[in-house]
């Protein structure tokens, strides 16, 4: 038996793919390498971008017509809003939150497909008896899956990670802030951390096994253990245990994302300065750089605000490397509130943004307003803020040519004969090789030229 699952989306979104590879491997299926070959197909959807969540539904009208020919059963999960899980529930044969990851076995079992963890899954306290008025049992079969207690959080099942040197770790989930333009906590609900004793073991073993690079993940990952204040780590403490057992590895750097502005300490700043194995790279999302647009957001901090998290990091990290999110053309931006984007996207000086122009979400609160700056303007303003982002990353990559960077390599590039990773600062270096040993280890690479978001070179004797 075989299954293709297919992943759109975030970081979280692929740890929930490496969860769901866990269950169908213990059920006996095998990965297929094309979807042609699947007997069971899934999706681990995202309803927060439309593109994606447009792909979804251009895929399933697909998977549905080769249900004429051939049997196949279709699954759906992940950040789902409810307009979206309304329609699924028409289109797949199983709609499910990943909260219910564990009783996928089981959901399965109901469309006739068994399996050592079908079995396991359907004592007698799942199944349920539907009786007449006269108190004879007409009927006996599964409860339906939403009448079955389920575990908390998807991170209760052990993952199979998809790669053998790089690794992500999910340590909170959901989202407080509300944002107008966001539909996360519609799909994700509201923030639950992770114990962090089960992230601290996590760690050790990776680390043990060799792992390179770990990435913490979380909605809001800085106000990990605020929902169980007095009974749960802080971020910073988080952090402090995580660099204690890192340390001891000389070659492993440990990433998180995404935090908040309005919740980053400067304790948490502290913490990665104290640490080698902390990377030395902050995604601090900054969407806009005008206060008025930042206010209608519902984001909660100010460019004041901003600054002041970002003047702790070129204080205690002045090697770091600073990523962000922007979005252009939000919900009644003007020309002018445009150009204060632009000027901190000068100020701040990024090594990357990841900009988006915005498109309204359904289930998000800006999904009833005006969506009144036309498409045109908004690609005009993506255009000129790549560029004024290109103008200022280069000031840093161009820095690196002549000098040799420590890297890890991740794999083949597009460039052909090339070999392609990053830094700790996560900038993208690439330099000509065939050796796939190298693939998972650290290389150095002397930098002989650079453009503004990677930078090129050869090994190093």
Not at 114 to 139: C, Q, V, W
Request: hydrophobic fraction near 40%; charged fraction near 20%.
């Amino acid at each position: 038996m075989q299954y293709f699952l297919v992943v759109l989306g975030c970081q979280m979104n692929q740890s929930d793919a490496e969860r769901v590879h866990a269950i169908m491997g213990k059920m006996g299926f095998s990965q297929a390498d094309k979807e042609e070959q699947a007997s069971v197909i899934g999706v681990i959807a995202c309803s927060v971008r439309q593109k994606a969540i447009d792909k979804v539904y251009s895929k399933i009208s697909k998977w549905n017509r080769w249900k004429r020919k051939c049997p196949l059963i279709t699954f759906v999960s992940g950040c789902i809003l409810p307009d979206d899980h309304r329609k699924f529930l028409q289109l797949f044969d199983l709609v499910f939150d990943m909260k219910e990851l564990s009783a996928l076995p089981m959901m399965l079992a109901q469309y006739g497909v068994s399996s050592p963890l079908s079995g396991m899954a359907t004592p007698a306290a799942l199944h349920e008896s539907i009786i007449d008025k006269g108190g004879r049992t007409i009927f006996t079969g599964l409860k339906p899956v939403a009448k079955q207690k389920q575990p908390p959080q998807t991170w209760e099942v052990e993952p199979v990670y998809n790669s053998r040197f790089e690794a992500f770790i999910p340590i909170q989930n959901g989202c407080n802030k509300f944002c107008t333009y966001c539909a996360v906590p519609y799909t994700r609900g509201r923030e639950v951390s992770r114990p962090s004793a089960e992230i601290i073991s996590e760690v050790r073993s990776l680390v043990t096994k060799g792992y390179r690079s770990i990435t913490l993940l979380g909605q809001n990952v800085n106000s990990y253990g605020l929902d169980r204040k007095g009974n749960e780590l802080s971020f910073a403490q988080l952090l402090h245990a995580v660099g204690a057992i890192s340390d001891s590895q000389p070659d492993v750097w440990i990433y998180f994302t995404s935090p908040h502005p309005l919740d980053m300490t400067r304790d948490v700043i502290e913490t990665i300065a104290s640490h080698p194995s902390l990377a030395k790279q902050i995604h601090l999302p900054i969407q806009s750089g005008d206060d008025e647009v930042l206010e209608r957001m519902n984001r909660r901090h100010t460019v004041a605000r901003y600054r002041e998290v970002a003047g702790w990091i070129r204080e205690l990290l002045p090697t770091a490397t600073l990523f962000t999110d922007i979005i252009v053309g939000f919900s009644g931006e003007t020309d002018a509130q445009f150009e204060n984007t632009r000027n901190a996207v000068r100020e701040f000086g990024y090594n990357m943004a990841y900009i988006a122009m915005y498109s309204p979400r359904p289930g998000a609160a800006s999904f009833q307003w005006s969506d009144n700056v036309p498409h045109t303007v908004k690609k005009q303003r993506y255009a000129t803020l790549t560029g004024d982002l290109e103008h200022v990353a280069a000031r840093h990559t161009n820095q690196l040519a002549g000098t040799t960077v420590k890297m890890l390599v991740r794999g083949y590039d597009r460039k052909p004969g090339y070999l392609t990773g990053h830094t700790e600062g996560r900038i993208v270096v690439r330099f000509p090789s065939t050796d796939d040993t190298l693939i998972g280890a650290f290389a150095n690479v002397t930098i002989e030229s650079a453009t503004p978001f990677s930078v090129e070179g050869t090994l190093a004797k």
